[in-house]
């Protein structure tokens, strides 16, 4: 049956036990984050950081070039070893060119990226990447093992320590700058912890492995994640970001902020739960080799995440507006229009992106990035010519929401396609 008992299923258990620790994580963010807009930042404060947050994601989509993705595949102990240390040190390489690049005069790095000129931006940016992505490789190291309980904690540590911190920079009223240090503190704060369960499991054993030589063959022999992987991450993360980089262009930063806090409160727990999914899922499905039982996994658990975010997504419909102006504040009015809105996209995309490895298991990089690509070209000009037609926020962010849709839409029908064309499988 398709709705089996999901307790009976180790894969289920995981993601289940994933999911709680996430879930765990995001209660401080949602108790936290409505005091922040309350009494300590104002919607363009959060404007300022709403832009932080979409570049550091651009930049860490990148960092590492994806190798990381390999190492829950890879079969030989020296192999997984090798993947760590290089997506290590190619992402301690970009963090070093962001801080190199913003040292160009006139804080041209930073005003192109639409960040405030002074280098505390540009430093923080550097260690945002050097937290988060760091986080991310090592959560996939523990991927291969199944120590998904420790991945859950990081996610809990990274969360607590920064909320606390944001909390604490609104009382010394830092303005945007201590809403970014606070993220930013609570990344590497998580890194930092799995560094410390990582490292008795590869102490001695990756140093024996991190040569250059040996790094340029392995790199070499798993290049499609550079090539493919990597340019797709690129384009999506920048895709996905789009309803704060091109409107901040147009709209005042009190307007990014009301768009930026809204996104956040939707996203930011799809995206984590997604994320938590997807762990589980991409070592699940490495394990399947039968065309029908990978394509039957693959909308199972489709039908099952959407079915368990629509419930969310309605009940968001009935919800006054004057709700929240109510808890967060006159200033912060609209806030609904948008969530309502964006609550859709975010739907559909919560889907496609847990069950997104799908095209990492079946070799399908190149089609991914075309894919990507098109999406990308979508929601720009849908962004554009929203705002081209009507000049209004509202508007603009509603031919948004219709392009992420249509594309995400597009990407869960052509992973179907591509299961029963492939022909990695029986």
């Known amino acids: 049956m398709m709705f089996s008992n999901p307790l009976k299923s180790e894969f289920s258990r995981h993601v289940i036990g994933l999911s709680f620790t996430t879930a765990i994580a995001q209660v401080l963010p949602f108790l936290s984050m409505p005091v922040l807009q309350r009494w300590f930042f104002t919607p363009t404060e959060f404007g300022i950081y709403s832009t932080f947050v979409s570049v550091a994601s651009v930049w860490i989509a990148v960092a590492s070039f994806k190798y990381e993705f390999a190492i829950v595949i890879a079969k030989a102990e020296s192999d997984r070893l090798r993947l760590l240390a290089l997506a290590m040190s190619i ?45 991310q490789i090592l959560n996939y190291w523990l991927n291969y093992a199944k120590q998904f309980k420790s991945i859950g904690i990081a996610k809990i540590v990274q969360s607590s320590s920064g909320e606390s911190a944001k909390i604490i ?19 590497l704060l998580s890194f930092v912890w799995l560094v ?61 902020g009301i768009i930026g806090a809204a996104y956040a409160y939707l996203a930011v727990p799809a995206g984590i739960i997604s994320g938590s999914f997807s762990q589980v899922f991409y070592k699940r499905i490495s394990e399947i080799e039968s065309r029908a039982v990978l394509m039957a996994f693959y909308r199972k ?17 009935f919800i006054p507006d004057k709700w929240l102006t109510f808890i967060l ?38 089609k991914m ?33 219709v392009a992420q849709i249509i594309s995400y839409g597009i990407a869960i029908l052509a992973a179907n396609y591509f299961i029963r064309t492939s022909k990695l499988l029986s």
């Open 301 to 317: 658990f489709g039908i099952r995440l959407f079915l368990s975010g629509l419930p969310f997504a309605i009940a968001l419909q």
């Open 196 to 256: 410390f369960k990582v490292r008795p499991e590869t102490k001695g054993k990756l140093k024996a492995e991190f040569n250059f030589k040996k790094l340029r063959e392995i790199g070499l022999r798993y290049k499609e994640y550079m090539l493919f992987s990597t340019p797709s991450a690129v384009v999506g993360t920048f895709s996905n970001n789009l309803h704060i980089l091109i409107p901040v262009q147009f709209y005042p930063n009190h307007v990014i």
């Open 369 to 401: 990035l075309v894919l990507d690509i098109l999406r990308a070209a979508l929601n720009a000009g849908a962004l554009i010519g929203g705002h081209t037609l009507y000049h209004d926020p509202v508007i603009t962010i509603g031919f948004f929401v």
């Open 169 to 187: 920079s609104g009382f010394l009223k830092l303005n945007q700058f201590g809403l970014i240090a606070g993220r930013t503190i609570g990344q």
């Open 91 to 135: 992402t301690l390489i970009i963090a070093a060119l962001i801080s190199v690049l913003g040292l160009i005069p006139g804080s041209l790095f930073n005003t192109w990226q639409g960040l405030p000129e002074s280098y505390w931006y540009t430093f923080l940016l550097a260690l945002s990447v050097i937290g988060f992505a760091g986080t």
């Open 329 to 366: 504040g006159n200033s912060w009015d609209g806030f609904m229009t948008y969530a309502k809105m964006m609550i859709w996209y975010i739907l559909v995309w919560f889907v496609s992106s847990a069950m997104s490895f799908i095209y990492i298991r079946l070799k399908a990089q190149k």
